[in-house]
């Protein structure tokens, strides 16, 4: 018999929340979505830098509709699904969009600096808040792999299993100078202004332009290619502001898009948490802390995130694969049909951790 399936869309408080610098947020809250039935197991999934909490497609479209859901290879009618808009977001959760109960005004550039463990740990909270001591597995690509690996060493007796994808110990140089190029295009935007602009006037030019850089990283040469080639849409004319190409006119959508749905403060504060990860940071062997069973994925042509790194990672000791693909690193939203069996079936794999008691 089917079980029944439920679902949440809400927000939980954890109180006041301390933060790895030692500063202190109070009436904190992460937004969350859950679906499953109530007694399945729970699998926590961690998004990406522009994602949120929606990952099955209930009350928009579904960033991981592909790969979770009734019936798919994360099933919701065996398994119950949670994910929360991270620390930080503009999606619900505390950030900088979010009322600062000091000043009684959002708090925009007066938001504390965060960390990837301050998201993990605020998870935590919310999970204890919710009931939740056990987790099945720890699910995430991109940032979300940050979370995914930093749940394993901090917290290595919670769950059963983690399948971090298109990530690595730590953000390369390259991926920080991705990161720098559009810091810079949004801080030197004229609607900035220090980061106290109005929420009526964003400065949406930068934030677009942030987007369009991020967009070339994700894929690769060869998908921009396949996808666009030098195909002309417009007659050619004689000034620069017209798209004249289908690549052009592409980019100019998604940062078009992306002002539309996300704050360019949050985007600044998680390209800060992604440059700032590094697994070892204090550490001396944070992979041998580790205790669930891994499946980690890497993506060919990932440009942001090398396989080579995570493989030396966890090619000893767990399973590794490389996903052949044209995408590059945003092979972990799309060809599903190529690497979703691979997480169905580690989640049937047995538990390799000892438990007391």
Not at 47 to 67: C, F, I, M, P, S
């Amino acid at each position: 018999m089917r079980r029944e399936t439920v679902y949440e869309d809400q927000r939980i408080s954890i109180g006041s929340f301390v933060l790895e610098s030692g500063k202190e947020l109070d009436e904190v809250e992460l937004a969350y979505e859950r679906v499953g039935p109530k007694e399945a197991p729970v699998i926590l999934v961690c998004h990406a830098l522009t994602g949120n909490q929606y990952t099955v497609g209930r009350k928009q479209d579904g960033w991981w509709e592909g790969l979770i859901g009734h019936g798919k290879y994360v099933d919701t009618s065996e398994f119950q699904v949670i994910t929360f808009n991270v620390l930080g977001g503009c999606n619900g959760s505390t950030g900088p969009l979010s009322r600062n109960p000091f000043t009684n005004r959002p708090y925009q550039a007066d938001f504390p600096f965060i960390s990837v463990r301050d998201m993990v740990h605020s998870q935590k909270r919310a999970l204890e808040a919710l009931g939740i001591d056990r987790l099945h597995a720890v699910i995430g690509g991109s940032l979300g792999g940050m979370q995914v690996l930093e749940w394993g060493i901090l917290y290595p007796d919670a769950m059963e299993h983690l399948v971090p994808l298109a990530v690595t110990p730590s953000l390369s140089a390259y991926g920080i100078a991705y990161n720098a190029i559009s810091r810079h295009a949004i801080t030197t935007d004229p609607e900035w202004k220090g980061g106290y602009y109005d929420q009526t006037h964003p400065p949406a030019s930068g934030l677009a332009t942030a987007r369009m850089i991020g967009m070339i990283s994700y894929r690769t040469d060869e998908m921009f290619q396949k996808k666009f080639g030098r195909r002309v849409i417009a007659k050619p004319e004689d000034h620069h502001e017209k798209a004249l190409y289908d690549v052009e006119s592409y980019l100019h959508y998604q940062g078009k898009k992306l002002v539309g749905r996300f704050d360019a403060n949050s985007y600044l504060y998680l390209l800060k948490a992604m440059d700032n990860h590094d697994i070892t940071r204090g550490r001396d062997a944070p992979i041998e802390e580790v205790k669930a069973n891994v499946l980690a994925i890497s993506f060919k042509g990932d440009l942001i995130y090398p396989p080579k790194d995570l493989e030396a990672l966890f090619s000893l000791k767990s399973r590794f694969t490389i996903v052949d693909t044209k995408y590059g690193h945003d092979g972990f939203l799309v060809e599903f049909d190529r690497w979703g069996q691979l997480i169905k079936e580690q989640l049937q794999e047995p538990s390799k951790i000892q438990r007391s008691g």
